[in-house]
């Protein structure tokens, strides 16, 4: 049954069936319009009279509608209408966003959004960070809008960091954390487009460690550590053993342990894939004597949380046996030393690229390519099996 009451041509209502509206109190009326859009009638709610809408406003509202439709200018529809007005609203509210992000300045970003959001780096790359921002990027560029951030405005943290004589790979780390900082930008809707950092031609150097310590320089610096550095020796241990990077070993936890099949887990490395660690008898040793810390890591310090970074017995012990002299840092000593010495031993020992780079967890092998170079006696034997192959078959 059709509850609609026609009251002219184009409008109608219908009546609630308990609520009552108006002075004298009738029931509430909730009206619509008819008209034919594009030859097919419809038919449109406009809302009820106790929130404003009565029969005269039907009328102004339908008779817009008629004249957009004999002009052609305009909403035909209240559908078309409220498609009008909900893209006018958005525009206003993009623009509006758009004068807020333009206020916004590198500082204020850093921080309120990008520095709060980076607690899960380890407490070495935080503390590198916070230093490249407080003495290189703040100065510079902090009190720079991020809209305005230019590849011109960058070759000012270059110039500066390049003039105070830092590394190539200290002014490339400075620019990834700009690079963080935009792609954090650009996802919270402040900022659009290719990094500016994309267009600046960093300074290069081959920054890799080349130093790795020999069986004897290894127990040397153990012998050491033991004395002074207990703790520090053990640590020292899993990464000549295992190839474990520092934080690796101090965000080990005992449910990371695996003594029946003589593993360790591995959790969210710096390469992002998981993988396993096998345990040599030292390792073993060294991890039954910790078995009973009661702790949830295996390295703590007194508070039983992990252990922050290498102590200065560690580096006073590397500095004496290793690094007097040395002024270039691709060959001091320190615990990526370690790491670097594990791979180093097995591809002199023959050990295949593949192998060394998942036991070294590489995201790929071309990061473990750096270590082919060891490989040469091995090479030059290949070579001489040929030799010997081509002198029997010229006997024969």
């Known amino acids: 049954m059709d509850n609609w009451i026609k009251v002219e041509r184009g409008i109608r209502y219908r009546e609630h069936p308990t609520r009552k509206h108006g002075v004298p109190r009738r029931p509430d009326r909730y009206y619509v319009i008819r008209l034919a859009v594009d030859n097919v009638m419809r038919q ?12 005269e406003k039907a009328r102004v509202e339908l008779a817009k509608l008629r004249e957009a439709k004999r002009t052609g200018k305009g909403p035909r529809s209240l559908g078309e209408k409220r498609e009008i007005d909900d893209s006018r609203r958005k525009a206003e509210e993009e623009a509006r966003r758009n004068a807020e992000a333009a206020k916004i300045t590198v500082a204020d970003f850093w921080q309120n959004n990008y520095w709060p959001a980076q607690r899960h780096k380890a407490h070495g790359s935080l503390v590198a960070e916070e230093a490249l921002w407080s003495k290189w990027l703040q100065p510079h560029i902090g009190d720079t809008q991020l809209v305005e951030l230019t590849p011109a405005v960058l070759d000012q943290v270059k110039i500066a960091m390049m003039q105070a004589g830092k590394a ?25 487009g290719r990094c500016p950092t994309k267009r600046i031609d960093l300074p290069w150097q081959d920054n ?17 550590l033991s004395k002074r550095a207990p703790l520090m020796k053990d640590m020292a241990i899993l990464g000549l053993d295992c190839g474990l990077r520092f934080g690796e070993i101090a965000e080990l936890t005992w449910q990371d342990v695996d003594f029946g099949r003589g593993m360790l887990q591995i959790r969210d490395p710096k390469s992002g894939i998981n993988r396993v660690a096998y345990m040599t008898q030292r390792v073993r040793q060294v991890l039954e004597a910790r078995s009973g810390n009661g702790q949830e890591y295996i390295f703590t310090d007194g508070n039983g949380d992990p252990v922050q970074g290498t102590s200065k017995a560690f580096k006073n ?3 004496e046996l290793f690094n007097q002299g040395v002024t270039d840092r691709r060959y001091k000593v320190c615990f990526h030393t370690l790491r670097h010495s594990f791979a180093s031993r097995l591809v002199e020992n023959s050990q295949d690229l593949y192998a060394v780079s998942k036991l070294m967890g590489h995201s790929t092998i071309r990061m473990t390519e750096r270590y082919a170079h060891l490989s040469q006696e091995k090479f030059k034997e290949a070579i001489g099996i040929l030799n010997n192959s081509g002198n029997s078959i010229q006997k024969s």
């Open 44 to 55: 449109e709610a406009l809302g009820w009279e106790s929130e404003g809408i009565t029969l």
């Open 317 to 319: 012990v590397c500095r």
């Open 208 to 224: 890799r460690r080349e130093r790795y310590l020999t069986v004897e320089e290894a127990d040397r610096l153990l012998a050491a």
């Open 168 to 192: 190539a790979s200290s002014i490339k780390y400075a620019f990834a954390v700009v690079s963080q900082l935009w792609t954090l930008a650009d996802r919270d809707g402040i900022v659009t």
